[in-house]
Each structure stands twice: as structure tokens, then as C-alpha cells.
T-cell receptor, first 113, second 109 residues
Framework: NAGVTQTPKFRILKIGQSMTLQCAQD?????MYWYRQDPGMGLKLIYY???????DKGEVPNGYNVSRSTTEDFPLRLELAAPSQTSVYFC????????????FGAGSRLTVL | GQNIDQPTEMTATEGAIVQINCTYQ??????LFWYQQHAGEAPTFLSY??LDGLEEKGRFSSFLSRSKGYSYLLLKELQMKDSASYLC??????????WGAGTKLIIKP
């Protein structure tokens, strides 16, 4: 099992450019999440999905979009990149039952200049 | 508002014991998690508490007091590889996770 796979690991964008962070999991998890992590701050939820075809906003959704066409994939789209979107992005997934423990991807470090 | 407080940084000696505290004020409570995050890596799950008391897992233990809004993570027989950030997270009444900023633990020989 690969777990949660994120690509790319690093990316530099210019202001106004767009890009998609890819996330795939092979654990048949129902729930998937996108977080951003900024220095000195807790993880912030951007978007989440409870199953294919269902997505919902988290705490900081502005400037981002997601889709969930399959159970495995949960891409995060950044439209019109801004310096405030410079961050480390983590995709995570979890199984709905029990403690609902998150399994994280390795992270994507994005810099917007 | 919802808030998770934990110390920013702690230093301990190899072989010793360290306790990392976490206090929380959230809208409801449906469990408290501790995750470990090595520099430049993803968080990994350490422990989960939903009832008051101590949960022990090898060298790591986690304690919860719901009435006090308080938890701690106890690490025994510290090893250099324990140098990492430790993240406290609480699941609120909407089953959303609220995360603390993390405690960076530095282990010295």
C-alpha cells in the first residue's frame, strides 16, 4: 500500500498563476482532507470530502477549489495564486469508523512569488 | 472561539522523561489526538483519548481530563529520534479537528 500520495513535493508559482495539487489514496478511505500548515500555526482545514461526489468547505477555503470524482482522488486547485497561499499543503484521508485517525501525505511545499 | 494551547518549544535530555501539555477550549468534545511530526515530514498518529484517564502505548502515554480541558503526552526513555514537533488536536461537536500549533521537542545528548 502506498497510503496517501501527493504531487508535486515542491512548486514555485508566480502571482496569478494557477495549479493543481494532486492527492490519491489506496486505502479505500471514505474521508479526504486538504490542510495547509503555516509556521507557528496549527493545521488549517481548506476543504474536505466524505465520499465521491461530495465536498465541503473547511476553515480557509477562499482561493481554492476541489473535486472528488472517485474515492481515490482528491485534487486541490489554486486559482490566481497569491503570496498568502505560500504554505505547506497536506492531503489526508481517514476511515469513517472508529477514532477516524488521519493518514497524511508527505506534503507539498508551495511558494508564490 | 476555539483554542488549543501547547508550549512552543521544550528541551529534554536523552534517556529522560518529558511531559507536553495541551489545554483546549472547544465547542463540544469528541476526542483528543496527539500526532508526531518530524521536520519536513507529515504528521503521524500517536494516540487518541476520548475518556478521562491514561492511555499507554510503549514509551508514550497520553492523559485526558475533560472537566479541566487538559491533556498531556508523556514520553519516557527519550531517544534522539523523538526530536520532533508534537501536535495536539481536538475533535469538536461538529466532528471537525481543531489543531494546536505544535510543541517542538529538542532532545540533547
Amino acid at each position: 500500500n502506498a497510503g496517501v500520495t501527493q504531487t508535486p513535493k515542491f512548486r514555485i508559482l508566480k502571482i496569478g498563476q494557477s495549479m493543481t495539487l494532486q492527492c490519491a489514496q489506496d486505502m479505500n478511505h471514505n474521508y479526504m482532507y486538504w490542510y495547509r500548515q503555516d509556521p507557528g500555526m496549527g493545521l488549517k482545514l481548506i476543504y474536505y470530502s466524505v465520499g465521491a461526489g461530495i465536498t465541503d468547505k473547511g476553515e480557509v477555503p477562499n482561493g481554492y477549489n476541489v473535486s472528488r470524482s472517485t474515492t481515490e482522488d482528491f485534487p486541490l486547485r489554486l486559482e490566481l495564486a497569491a503570496p498568502s497561499q505560500t504554505s505547506v499543503y497536506f492531503c489526508a484521508s481517514s476511515y469513517v469508523e472508529g477514532a477516524n485517525v488521519l493518514t497524511f501525505g508527505a506534503g507539498s511545499r508551495l511558494t508564490v512569488l | 472561539g476555539q483554542n488549543i494551547d501547547q508550549p512552543t518549544e521544550m528541551t529534554a535530555t536523552e534517556g529522560a522523561i518529558v511531559q507536553i501539555n495541551c489545554t483546549y477550549q472547544t465547542s463540544g468534545f469528541n476526542g483528543l489526538f496527539w500526532y508526531q511530526q518530524h521536520a519536513g515530514e507529515a504528521p503521524t498518529f500517536l494516540s487518541y483519548n476520548v475518556l478521562d484517564g491514561l492511555e499507554e502505548k510503549g514509551r508514550f502515554s497520553s492523559f485526558l481530563s475533560r472537566s479541566k480541558g487538559y491533556s498531556y503526552l508523556l514520553l519516557k526513555e527519550l531517544q534522539m529520534k523523538d526530536s520532533a514537533s508534537y501536535l495536539c488536536a481536538v475533535r469538536d461537536s461538529n466532528y471537525q479537528l481543531i489543531w494546536g500549533a505544535g510543541t517542538k521537542l529538542i532532545i540533547k545528548p
